[in-house]
Each structure stands twice: as C-alpha cells, then as structure tokens.
C-alpha cells in the first residue's frame, strides 16, 4: 500500500503530476486528479476546479485526502497553500514539486506552520522515467506521511536526495539553469558563427557530438519550461553572471582582444597579447578545476568515456584531447 488510502493530486493532467498520480494508484492509493480543464478525451477523468478557491466538491476532496500534491505553476501553488491547508485534516501531508523551494517554505512558515510537507523536485523529465533517476526532496515538516511519500518515490525506482531548501536553490542554479545556459548560449555561438551544422554533424569530434546532442534535446523541450527555470530560481542570475565572468576571463588568458575579435590573423602579432602561448596559464586552471572536481574526476572520466563509446567505437584510451 502506498500509505496514502485516498490522495489528491492538483494538476495530475500535466506530465509531472500523471507520473505521481499514476505512482499512487498502482500503490493502491485512491487517487483523484484535479485541474483547471478536463484530460482530452477523457472528460471524466479528473474534477474539475480552482485549488486556489476550492468549490464544494473539491473542498470535501481535500478534506478527506491523506496527501495532496500540488503539481502546478509556482503562483498557483503558493497562492493555494492557505485554503488548501485551511481544508486538510490533521495528520495530512501537503507535497508538492516545484523546482524552486525558498518561497515555498516562506509561505507554509506564514500560513501553515504545523503542517507536515515535502517538495519533491524530479531532476529528469517524466518521459524518461523514474527508475534510477534523482529526486530532490525539501523536507519543512518531517512525520510519517513524509515517510511514507519518500519510500513510494523509492519503490517506484526513484532516488530521493534530501536537500535544504536553500541548498536545493543554490544546487537547481548549477544543475538546471546554468547547465541549459551553457547549452543554449553553445546554441547561440554557434548561429552567430554561421556554420553549417550538416558540416559540425559529420566532422565533430566526440565532445561536440555530445553538445549538439544536449543543444537538440533542449530545443525538443517547452520554452516556457526553461524560461520559468532561469526566471524563477533566486541564484540562476548569479549563475549566469558567474557563466558570462568565466567566458571573458577565459577569453583573456588565451589572449583574446575584443577590439580586434574579427581579425583572423591577430596572434601573428608579437606584440599582441594573442601572440602568446596561453598554455602555462592553463596550468593553473586545469589544477584548480581538477581540485574542484576532487573525487568525482575520475568517476566522471570513465562516464565520459563510456559516453564516447555509444557514439562510435573507440580503442581502449578512448578520446581524450579533441
């Protein structure tokens, strides 16, 4: 049993909420979906109504829930968390999965002190699947209806990863938006450059085989998503801040002139700065970076390695340098 005999899950129609409404059900949980229109094609499958003023029929819903799971848009969830830990009775868990946490847990600090609740934040899409895959898990009010959520998540295959609220944040603006910034502004770069990417396709070594294949898996996601992710994360500026800073000083260690950007022939010059060779300068950045990698540089070495190998066959050194 999913410990949940009756559950509600608000906006279950969405992607992220079916794949936690269907984890309860196949748990044994009597699972409602509410969302604001109706699955199409399937007009009964899910009650209709606004969580943020619940009508009669969602207010008796939440009333008898063990666990409500807010799967919506952050101003919806934070709007809903008054009335709708007005309704829940004692003992109920409140969840939900936002990819943001701190203003989740002002909110419930304001409104719902007392209220036992976790924020699961699925660090994949749902197409993939949950089997091995990490599930950030904010904890405000521990009790065993968090308990019990956390051990389905890992009965449906799913790694919960126990996070701060300001843990999460700060972690989400390195994993997610500075990654997808990195990704997109690779997309950018590349469009600004004028390059044929038939041409990149056929010739690219491994490293910008896997760039071009992270840059088509973003543009196959919603804009929307990944905007939200850049806007709503309190640190993700920082992160793209800290993204454009390391591009400049990087620029500058190799000896780039941004008044002569355009002039192919640059470091034939002695006495520009890009006439010298940047090598032992990145001595010291390839040392610290290593430092900070500490003990996952050789864990993600050998992943990397295995990466190369589904994209072409490799010897046993795989690639290295290009």
């Not at 949940?4 to 992220?16: N, T």
């Not at 748990?27 to 209709?48: M, Y």
């Not at 969840?95 to 002190?113: C, F, K, N, Y």
Request: aromatic fraction near 2%; charge should be negative.
């Amino acid at each position: 049993m999913s410990g949940f005999p009756r559950s509600v899950v608000v906006g279950g129609s969405g992607a992220v909420g079916g794949m936690f409404a269907a984890l309860l059900r196949e748990a044994g949980s009597r699972t409602l979906v509410v969302d604001l229109v109706p699955q199409p094609g399937r007009p009964d499958a899910c009650l209709v109504g606004d969580v943020t003023a619940p009508g009669p029929e969602l207010a008796a819903a939440l009333r008898d829930a063990d666990l409500v799971l807010l799967a919506v848009h952050e101003d919806v969830a934070l709007k809903a968390v008054a009335p709708v830990t007005r309704l829940m009775r004692p003992g109920a868990l409140l969840a939900d999965t936002l990819s943001v946490r701190t203003g989740m847990a002002a909110e419930l600090a304001a409104h719902a002190p007392g209220v036992q609740h976790v924020g699961l934040n699925p660090m994949f899409a749902p197409a993939a699947g949950m089997t091995g895959r990490p599930v950030a898990a904010v904890v405000t009010r521990d009790g065993p209806g968090v308990t019990a959520l956390l051990r389905l998540v890992e009965g449906g295959g799913g790694r919960p990863v126990r996070l701060t609220a300001e843990e999460h944040d700060r972690t989400t603006a390195a994993t997610q938006a500075l990654t997808h910034a990195v990704i997109l502004s690779f997309g950018l770069a590349l469009a600004r450059l004028g390059v044929d990417v038939r041409a990149l396709a056929a010739t690219a070594p491994p490293p910008h085989q896997v760039l071009l294949a992270l840059l088509a898996r973003v543009l196959g996601g919603s804009p929307e998503v990944y905007g939200d992710i850049q806007r709503s994360n309190p640190r993700a500026a920082s992160s793209r801040r800290a993204l454009a800073e390391a591009l400049r000083s990087f620029a500058a260690l190799i000896g780039d002139d941004p008044d002569r950007a355009d002039d192919p022939d640059r470091g034939d010059d002695p006495g520009h700065p890009g006439g010298f060779d940047g090598a032992g300068n990145l001595d010291g950045v390839f040392e610290e970076l290593r430092r900070l990698m500490g003990p996952e540089l050789a864990a993600g070495q050998d992943h990397c390695q295995e990466l190369f190998r589904t994209l072409h066959r490799t010897d046993d050194e795989g690639e290295k340098d290009r």
